[in-house]
């Protein structure tokens, strides 16, 4: 296949065309486009570099302070974070475990519900908004966790509310933590903490 001229691209339908016969503004948004994208990758792979650094060496030391103690833990364990000695600068590595329920929530729901209908006979509008709010699906397709959990802090001495916290219980799905690296500048006198951004839409 014969080789094209530099100045021919490829569009999305397959064809070829000759950048230097289009209007002057695609010219340009094509050659600045193209000017940039590479950078943005290059940035893109530095920062991938400097996260898989940053977690070995974190989760390195972490290790080596578990050595000294003579102490054994399964798992990634739970966040830290490590100072200068000046005071003035801080990493932080955080753990997040998401939590997602399976179809037992919807049985768990159901009998909250008939729990309030029989059990709690005349109970507060509120009551049951709250109830409504906490099992909404929100934009994310997600579930309100925390306020689904918390409904296992009410004891309620009834075999209906009973069985809807073990459907609870068993609705609950553990998906895989993820581990965040965040670098903050700190002030000792104001004791005030300020996120190094390194996300381009914050920088």
């Known amino acids: 296949m014969t080789a094209l001229p530099d100045n021919f691209v490829c569009r999305p339908d397959g064809s070829y065309v000759d ?17 940039l994208f590479p950078q943005a990758e290059e940035q893109s792979a530095r920062l991938a570099d400097l996260k ?5 060496e974190m989760l390195a030391y972490r290790q080596m302070m578990l050595d000294d103690y003579e102490v054994q833990i399964g798992g990634p364990g739970g966040g830290f974070q490590l100072r200068s000695v000046c005071g003035t600068m801080m990493i932080k590595l955080e753990v997040a475990k998401q939590t997602t329920f399976g179809p037992e ?13 029989t ?3 005349g109970s507060s509008v509120e009551i049951k908004a709250i109830i409504e709010k906490v099992f909404k699906v929100n934009r994310k397709g997600r579930l309100d966790t925390y306020g689904i959990l918390g409904l296992q802090e009410h004891k309620f001495d009834d075999p209906l509310w009973q069985r ?6 068993d609705a609950i799905i553990r998906d895989n933590a993820t581990t965040y690296i965040r670098f903050y500048r700190v002030d000792p006198e104001r004791k005030a903490e300020t996120l190094v951004p390194l996300d381009l839409a914050k920088v």
């Open 164 to 169: 809807a916290m073990k459907a609870i219980e």
């Open 19 to 35: 950048i230097n016969k289009l209007e002057p503004r695609k010219q340009l948004a094509h050659g600045l486009v193209a000017q």
């Open 52 to 56: 898989r650094l940053a977690l070995r």
């Open 105 to 117: 929530i919807e049985a768990a729901k159901a009998l909250i519900d008939q729990f309030l209908e």
């Open 119 to 121: 059990k709690l006979e």
